[in-house]
């Protein structure tokens, strides 16, 4: 997906999104995937109040008067997707989320992000802000896996991919398919890292997972400059073996899809990856008990 | 390392690791990295009584008399190394283990193999068994990190490569550097594998989990055909960007080296993936509640 600039309504990106889903239904795809925050810019790195922000870039409903034509066209198409959104709930809440709908327009699953990368401090000298800490609560739920369009459907989102535990907590779940969407800057403030560099982790992040957890992976960027800030694209669909079998070409809103093959993911699940057999879970300890890196064991 | 033959001696196979020994020191570097079983062909190929297997292959002292010529090169070049055996305890428990040895050839590190491959049975259907499951009993102790030789260093073996759990163990313990050694058939036994794939699945993983836990990798592969038994190559030293550095291009007796700038991992560690800020083991219990996989959360 393209990106969505500060001038433009959710009005505006609902047509967008519906336009790339009938491209989609066309393709005679089940499942849409669409980025994270897919609804407005990447407010979190523009600094502001909480209130400003919520008032600004936040969903109190799902659907809402916006999004409603989403779900309608979902369901008269017969085709379910996956939409990242800021969700404000009743009870004031604030979470970067996302949900899956099914062919019948209704919500089966949601998910609240768990790795919420960047800060919550004004950093003065930063080029630009990535406050996701300041504007977001953590998820309050782990990973889950809904049973829905023929498949074991997993969602995360964006800086989630880097963490090998968000998928293993899926596969473990019996996920075959992982979707999840993300907003990645081309620029990091902290260190002048080469773009490429960015580009590499999030692939080779998503084929190692894929691989690693035999589940088919889903990854959607909404990319290109907005209002001058650019991120990278690289939406791509990997198979179980590891292997990239659909990529994006352009920065542009852009359909790519595959007819993924389920039992693909069993052939792993049977041999080198048969959990129960090989995982040794008694020698994992460390994974819960430490949250940041410490002193060798012996 | 090229492959070793069924006739080949101990006494054969330390002459190439001397020579692969002394033209690492002539490069300047402080530590070599040999395969998994580096002192005799694939066994574990090969259906046979335990009896057999532990008279033929293992190792009951290290040093013993015929490795004992590695250890005082080593000491007299003032150059460290890890090697991969088989080992049987004193208390005739069997080890598929890898060793640490510092500048002055002394032992500061031992590690028993945890994610045992393949099977235990005798697969008559199969072109070769892959007997790990029966050779070996699972590794007794968790993945472990030394401070030696001006670096953490942490161990692991052959498969342990493929699972995210190895790696972030090392990782919670501060390990600055993840060494390994391997033999990968180049034919999966179970089904008909592009060959390809399974070199794609060494390299991806090594490159990933680099990445995810901020650690130079290196990997050394025995490899090349050891009684028309072909094994993939590929072994590499990759950085924590995920760059592969170096790469073995020969399936024979070959030194790659690199001048590894430990801080390269510190700027990862300091930001995308500063473990203390990010990390949300409250919602990793799955890893270690469940061994394979179950029924979704919810």
Redesign the interface.
């Known amino acids: 997906m393209g990106p969505v600039q500060l001038a433009d309504t959710r009005r505006d990106v609902v047509l967008r999104l519906l336009e790339m889903l009938r491209e989609a239904h066309g393709r005679k795809a089940d499942l849409v995937v669409f980025p994270e925050l897919a609804l407005t810019t990447f407010f979190p790195r523009y600094w502001m109040s909480q209130e400003e922000a919520q008032a600004r870039y936040f969903e109190t409903g799902m659907p809402g008067p916006d999004t409603q034509p989403l779900f309608d066209e979902a369901c008269k198409l017969g085709i379910g997707f996956y939409l990242g959104y800021a969700e404000l709930t009743p009870g004031g809440q604030p979470y970067n989320a996302s949900i899956l709908v099914d062919k019948t327009g209704g919500i089966v699953g949601k998910y609240r992000k ?4 960047g800060h919550d401090d004004h950093k003065l000298d930063a080029p630009f802000q990535h406050l996701e800490k300041k504007y977001f609560n ?2 309050d ?7 829905t369009l023929g498949a ?1 459907i997993g969602m995360c989102l964006c ?1 989630d991919r ?4 968000t ?3 899926m ?4 996920a075959e398919v992982v979707v999840l969407g993300y907003n990645t800057p081309s620029l ?1 403030i ?2 002048p890292e080469p773009v490429h ?1 960015r580009m ?2 999030h692939l ?2 998503l ?3 894929a ?2 957890n035999c589940v088919w992976a889903a990854a959607a960027a909404k990319c290109g400059s907005e209002n001058g800030h650019h991120m990278i694209g690289g939406s791509v669909i990997v198979a179980p ?3 990239i079998v659909a990529q994006a070409s352009t920065e542009g809103d852009e359909v790519i899809m595959v007819n993924a093959d389920l039992s693909l993911g069993d ?1 792993f ?13 008694e ?16």
């Open positions: 768990i790795h919420l990368p953590v998820g739920k782990t990973f889950g896996v809904w049973d074991r800086n880097r963490w090998p535990e998928w293993r907590v596969a473990l779940q019996s990091n902290h260190w560099l590499h982790h080779v992040t084929q190692a997972s691989y690693q073996t590891g292997e052939t699940r049977k041999h080198v990856f048969d959990f129960a057999r090989h995982r040794r879970p020698h994992y300890a460390l994974i819960v008990d430490r949250i940041g890196p410490g002193e060798p064991l012996r």
